[in-house]
């Protein structure tokens, strides 16, 4: 039985309300709800934290070392495109994830093209909306 860690970044705890037309109308309840019950099913633990802080994802993502988990499924908002820190604790965890994002990062802002976690991922969902973090549980159960 493995262990499905989801990490939620800066803002998303306003999903469903925040720019829909964007990032579309489910809530962040409504996506762990539909990932917890996916992988139960599939018989793995699931666990997911939100935090509009850079220092509690760090602090997240130790504790996910030490608890051995064994995927990740990375959003990390805003922070994908600015946080070598966080970078630098997900190298550190040494746990295989994949990144998401709702929205198409290369359609909208230059800055927010780059991310500093793409290359160091196992893979990268972008653009599919709330499917993307059920595409990318799917592909991690495959992988544990």
């Known amino acids: 039985?493995?262990?499905?860690?989801?990490?939620?970044?800066?803002?998303?705890?306003?999903?469903?309300?925040?720019e829909?037309?964007?990032?579309?109308?489910?809530?962040?309840d409504d996506i762990n709800m539909r990932l917890g019950t996916a992988c139960m099913e599939a018989g793995h633990n699931f666990d997911n934290f939100q935090s509009n802080s850079e220092g509690e994802l760090i602090d997240r993502i130790h504790?996910?070392?030490s608890a051995?988990?064994?995927f990740m499924l990375v959003n990390f908002g805003g922070y994908t495109h600015t946080s070598?820190?966080?970078?630098?604790?997900?190298?550190?965890s040494d746990i295989p994830f994949i990144e998401v994002h709702l929205s198409n990062?290369?359609?909208?802002?230059?800055?927010?093209q780059h991310s500093f976690?793409?290359?160091?991922?196992?893979?990268?969902?972008?653009?599919?909306?709330?499917q993307g973090y059920?595409?990318?549980?799917?592909?991690?159960l495959r992988r544990v």
């Open 134 to 140: 059920e595409l990318a549980l799917d592909a991690a």
């Open 117 to 130: 976690f793409s290359d160091i991922a196992e893979g990268c969902i972008i653009g599919l909306g709330a």
């Open 84 to 92: 070598v820190a966080l970078r630098d604790a997900m190298i550190a």
């Open 20 to 28: 829909p037309e964007i990032y579309g109308s489910d809530t962040l």
């Open 1 to 18: 039985m493995a262990t499905i860690l989801v990490l939620h970044g800066p803002n998303l705890n306003l999903l469903g309300t925040r």
């Open 63 to 65: 504790l996910a070392r």
């Open 105 to 112: 990062l290369y359609k909208r802002e230059e800055f927010r």
């Open 68 to 70: 051995k988990v064994d």
